[in-house]
């Protein structure tokens, strides 16, 4: 990027052909430096588009458009290598084009691992469909039966004949046709890319520097903001003393951002901004800022406090969301009975990318946004409903993203460029620091549940009762919500996949006083630390080995229904004899992590083995942890074995790198992950109060299994994390005899 | 007032406050976008370059500090991506996001001139100061012994 800054806005305009009335990006500046994005089509037979995911240009590349943002989960390589694999194209001779937002792609959210399980029908449709035009184009060409020609290496053939034509060589046949809306699929074993482990398709932008990020992006007569906003959250400014950060050199201006409006959704946070002509002078001058704050309603929220009143609030009866058979009447008849409470503070996605977008606005009056987002189409509402246009009026590029984990689905920031690019009449750069990404994020909920299982004479559970609590992320969008939604209950709570005759799941009240939203697998996080922290105490109640009694409570091989137990269930969206809640899919997955991890093996002296099991998002991934607690003290996370069943995948090292990072994200929870909040605000402000996982902690080795499959594909991104933080904790246990039932162990001083 | 200094070989001046940290300097003046901000307290390192060969903070140095010396950013490591670090990086396919990552091959660059043939916990020391959220550190170490062991 560092010959855009060289260059004079006439040479820019020019260039860009804005002068012209048409419309393309910085990023394109330069071939190869970051995600190549989108740039009109001539039209005309200069290519051909068959949909909106494919354009076959007559020099015989296959323009590939990428609709989701990549965020380190690989889809700007696995999703072309769908399209590919249906096209018969070479992938040497792809180009990966990063769309803008636009409804025409349909879904763009890149959330709830939903890329691939979601759309990998219509994706491979995106290929077949521009695979059989080529082939009726060619067939129409050499006025022979389509059915007599078939498509392969980026060419189509013709066996009677011994014709060829390469896919360029179409193009003008191709344009005068119209491309077919369906078309079928290749059969499994003639997949070319599909299930192959590609390369990482920015792998030497990564590595050289040239990867461009939301922070990246940079246009002429830019200026960068700094926010300082309420500590609170919904606060409002009472007054400004701007005249030091006026005076400190580089200070452009100082601009007060319009009080957050309720309900929040993704809209402007409010604060003070500093313009300035660099990052550090907009830093300098907003220190220099006096502010006097109204808190606000949340002003006085205090994280002791208020967990003291989740604790009292899952202690007491809730709403009842599952019923199977009679807990009270099971627990009354029981031999004996176990209770536990488990607790699991705010979380921080802090991603190493803060939240970062640049945003002008056009001669029309609509405005152009870069932004590290996961969630173009949402960019498109929010800006348009924060400057009062059309959401057409607004060209979302979307950047590569250094990390997500939910946060960037948010597109506040953008917001805040955008309006910012209004007010001062010049392009706005906004860099969230870490402090702001930290402080003023959407929280992952801080939880209680409370579990209750009554026991026969074996020690086998006969009734379980769980509560969950927890300020709900509806109260984003509703701040009058009060409790757990159905959405957030279908994530590890309702889906229950154990054999116990007696169930009772409730959902319990409290008010939300942050900004909650999801973080990497959202309420699987503390529902699955419960509930498999919770299997593993009755494992021991019943003097069982926890895989054994794991496999057992799991019990005959059978579909899961919760709705058959009164559950309101959505099963991430899709049907569930597609996906269905499978104990057997369980059971093998437990088998297969526990055969890795060596279970029941001789281990050294101090060391234990823990194991959990956990379904989301479609998939069904078991955790082993081998930990030990050091002379020193500190807890050591020796190795991590993971098993996935994600049905049929697309990119194994990809999926493989996944687990592997779900690992390490899934330790950081178990180890070190809390937000508290005092007075309204958030306590923390960097990785010195926040910690991750650093080298030094990371396992000897994270091994990761994939489940040979053929079942539709389910998620990725998110499956890995939830075992995790409950197989640390269940290992320390093995290990130690203690228990622990309350996240993160950084407060048991354990590291 | 300028400050001058080498930069990936090539003589710069910036004209920028002598207190602005590197990292800023590199970034919004001198156009290099591939040092990364992290934390802007070194306790990430995803701002990690070299000054005369050592591994820096670059969003805690000021830019004064660079006057007179030489500073390499991972766009003057190879710019074509040769440098065996980097190839081993690609082979291993070590990056996520990446966003962390030109910091971190700065660091093993770092550790592999002065170590060429590193352990475990040497490793984990020398790397300990760069944060990676997506969790690619075993395929860091991997990749570092791999460079070590001359395959890449």
Known sequence: MSELRHISRREFLKRTGQAGGGLVLALSFTAGCGPKEQV????????????????????????????????????????????????????????????????????????????????????????????????????????????????????????????????????????????????????????????????????????????????????????????????????????????????????????????????????????????????????????????????????????????????????????????????????????????????????????????????????????????????????????????????????????????????????????????LARESGRPIKVTWTREDDIRHGYFHSVSAQYLKAGLDAEGNATSWLQRSCFPSITSTFNPAATGPSSFELDLGFVDNPYDIPNMRLEACDIKAHLRIGWLRSVCNVFHAFAVCGFVDELAYLAGEDPKDHLLKLLGDPRQIDPAADGAEYSNYGHPLDKHPIDTARFAAVVEKVADMAGWGRGLPDGHGLGIAVHRSFLSIVGAVAEVSVGDDGKLVVHEIWTAIDAGTTINPDRVKSQMEGAATFGMSIALHGEITARDGAVVEGNYDTYPVVRMSEAPQAIHAHIMESTAPPGGVGEPGVPPVAPAIVNAYYAATGNRVRELPLRKAGLT | MAIEFSLNGKPVSLDVDADMPLLWALRDIAGLTGTKFGCGKALCGACNVHLDGQVMRSCVVPVSVAAGRNVTTIEGLAEDGSHPVQIAWRELNVAQCGYCQPGQIMSAVALLERNPNPSDADIDAAMSGNICRCGTYTRIREAIHKVAEGQS
Request: net charge negative; hydrophobic share 40%; aromatic share 6%.
């Open chain 1, 40 to 419: 009109p089509t001539t039209g005309g037979a200069e290519a051909v588009a068959p949909n909106v995911y494919v354009n076959i240009r007559r020099d015989g590349v296959v323009e590939i458009y990428c609709h989701r943002s990549e965020m380190g989960q690989g889809i700007r390589t696995s999703l072309p290598q769908v399209i590919a694999d249906e096209l018969e194209a070479d992938w040497d001779k792809i180009e990966l084009i990063q769309a803008l937002g636009d409804e025409k792609y349909g879904d763009q959210n890149t959330d709830g691992s939903t890329s691939i399980r979601n759309q990998f029908d219509l994706l491979r449709n995106a290929g077949a469909t521009a695979r059989e035009m080529l082939i009726a184009a060619a067939a129409a060409s050499w006025d022979v039966p389509a059915g007599e020609c078939v498509a392969r290496d980026h060419a189509v053939h013709h066996e009677g004949s011994g014709k060829s034509a390469a896919y360029g060589e179409l193009v003008d046949t191709a344009a005068e046709m119209e491309a077919p809306t369906e078309a079928a699929f290749k059969s499994r074993e003639n997949y070319r890319y599909i299930g192959k482990a590609m390369d990482t398709i920015d792998g030497l932008d990564i590595t050289t520097g040239k990867a461009i990020y939301g922070i990246d992006t940079v246009m002429p007569d830019m200026l960068y903001a700094s926010i300082e906003r309420c500590p609170a959250f919904g606060g409002t400014v009472v007054s400004v003393d701007d005249a030091a950060a006026r005076a400190v050199p580089g200070v452009v201006d100082v601009v007060r951002l319009p009080d957050p409006t309720s309900p929040l959704l993704f809209n402007l946070l409010g604060g003070v901004a500093v313009l300035a002509e660099n990052t550090w002078a907009a830093m300098q001058g907003r220190a220099a800022l006096e502010i006097e704050w109204d808190r606000g309603a949340n002003g006085a929220h205090e994280s002791g406090a208020y967990k003291e009143q989740l604790l009292k609030a899952a202690a007491a009866p809730g709403n009842a969301v599952l019923t199977r058979g009679d807990v009270d009447a099971a627990l009354e008849a029981a031999d004996a009975v176990h209770e536990a409470i488990y607790y699991a503070p705010y979380l921080s996605q802090a991603p190493m990318e803060p939240p970062a977008a640049i945003a002008r606005i056009t001669e029309d009056g609509g405005c152009e946004a870069w932004s590290c987002t996961q969630n173009p189409q949402a960019v498109q509402e929010t800006v348009a409903g924060t400057l009062g246009i059309d959401k057409k009026q607004v060209r979302a590029h979307v950047t590569l993203l250094g990390g997500g984990f939910g946060r960037k689905s948010k597109p506040d920031f953008v917001a805040e460029a955008a309006w």
